[in-house]
Structures are given as structure tokens and as C-alpha cells.
Nanobody, 124 residues
């Protein structure tokens, strides 16, 4: 079982910033799709961003484009989600996930390993 360890999150005011981290194994980091998902209370889990392995390519859903940025630290096998210009509607539990199925997609059912989740709360 691949381990994904998330950290970061917390509370922020609208317009503020937060950064999430997701550490994993070197193999997963190098060869798997790495996705960020979120789930708000009473809502379905939704994709936020997907980072492609071995390529400087990340896809974002429209609601977070130009506000969220995914980056990688190759030395730490860690992927980050930098969230800026946060809105109250960004409030959710955020999950890091990995998938061996290429090409990478936003479909959560194709991701078979998930982190424990970290809460992000944005107040107005």
C-alpha cells in the first residue's frame, strides 16, 4: 500500500493563502499521477488539480485556475498545493491521491491510494 502523508491546511481569511503538502514514496512520486481532491460537507468529492509524472504539467479545474498552484520537490518526493486568493467556497477536506493509470484524469475513481485528508476552512 502506497502511503501518502498530507500536512498543512488550517484556517484562513478570504483572500488569504495556505499550502498543503503530500509526501510519498519515490516510485509513486516519479511514476504516478498525483491528484488533489476536496470534499465539502454534504457535497461529492471533486478534483482540484492533477500533476503528471515526469512532466512539468498540471491540470486545474476551472474553479481554482489562477489561484491554486501545484509544485514538486524532487528531493523530498513531495507535492504541494499552494492556495491563494482563498474563498469561503474553498472550505473542504482536501485529499492527496495517486493513480497508476495514465493519462492522468480528474476521475477520483481511478485513484487507488489516498491520503488521510486535511481540513481547509476559509472564513469571509
Amino acid at each position: 500500500q502506497v502511503q501518502l502523508v498530507e500536512s498543512g491546511g488550517g484556517s484562513a481569511q478570504a483572500g488569504g493563502s495556505l499550502r498543503l503538502s503530500c509526501a510519498t514514496s519515490q516510485y509513486t512520486y516519479n511514476y504516478y499521477c498525483m491528484g488533489w481532491f476536496r470534499q465539502a460537507p454534504g457535497k461529492e468529492r471533486e478534483a482540484v488539480a492533477v500533476s503528471f509524472p515526469g512532466a512539468d504539467r498540471t491540470e486545474y479545474v476551472d474553479s481554482v485556475k489562477d489561484r491554486f498552484t501545484v509544485s514538486r520537490d524532487n528531493a523530498k518526493n513531495t507535492i504541494y498545493l499552494q492556495m491563494t486568493y482563498l474563498k469561503p467556497e474553498d472550505t473542504a477536506m482536501y485529499y492527496c491521491a495517486s493513480s497508476s493509470i495514465l493519462p492522468c484524469t480528474f476521475l477520483s475513481r481511478l485513484y487507488n491510494n489516498w491520503g488521510q485528508g486535511t481540513q481547509v476552512t476559509v472564513s469571509s
